[in-house]
């Protein structure tokens, strides 16, 4: 029995329908509205074509049609467009209404994950300030090395790196950030 390759991921099955039907979408630039119904037209299209599966098509167009830019697509008054780049029904407001509400919730969305994010990155990059003595040489201090700290001594202080003494006579350069101080 001989294996078929089939197209699992999104992007790929996009870049595929591109290559496939040129004048419908595009990968790059302003999308352009799709026909309502253009899944039925493209399994309809490639009949008997092993390398897409419906649910993968249909969760790829899901996506090309959820996107910021093909949102941004649907105006009142343009036509939405078949397979071949033929101009079909015209975008009604209430859709248009509909596909700016998809639009603004999915900045929101973005907007809140980009927040979250740079909080997770504020607290992992902040350690908290618990009475840190400042640094003097001859000073005992642990170093962060790979995920346990040594202990170490600190020979010389520099202006973005700081030189240190490992008990059995070795010297590293380290940044100030791996040098634990309490």
């Known amino acids: 029995m001989e294996n078929q390759f089939q197209l699992t991921n ?8 591109a290559q496939q039907f040129p004048n419908c979408f595009t990968l790059e630039g302003e999308a352009k509205p799709l026909k309502i119904g253009i899944f039925q037209d493209i399994i309809s299209r490639l009949d ?12 790829a167009l899901r996506s090309y049609t959820m996107s910021w830019r093909y949102l941004h697509s649907i105006k ?10 033929n101009p079909n029904e015209v975008i009604n407001q209430e859709q248009m209404d509909h596909a700016q509400q998809q639009l603004k919730e999915s900045k929101e969305k973005a907007k809140e994950r ?4 740079a909080k997770e990155k504020r607290k992992t ?18 170093v962060l090395v790979g995920n346990k700290p040594i202990k170490v001594q600190i020979i010389n202080i520099e202006k973005d790196h700081i030189k240190v003494k490992i008990g059995a ?3 590293l350069t380290v940044k100030p950030e791996y040098i634990i101080n309490k």
């Open 125 to 142: 990059t902040q350690q908290p300030s618990k009475k840190v003595k400042p640094l003097n040489n001859g000073d005992f201090v642990k």
């Open 76 to 85: 009142e008054g343009a036509n939405r467009i078949d397979l071949d780049g």
């Open 48 to 59: 008997g074509c092993q390398i897409l599966s419906k649910t993968k098509l249909r969760i």
């Open 169 to 171: 006579g070795m010297e």
């Open 10 to 17: 999104s992007k790929e099955i996009i870049a595929y329908l």
């Open 114 to 117: 980009f927040k979250e994010q």
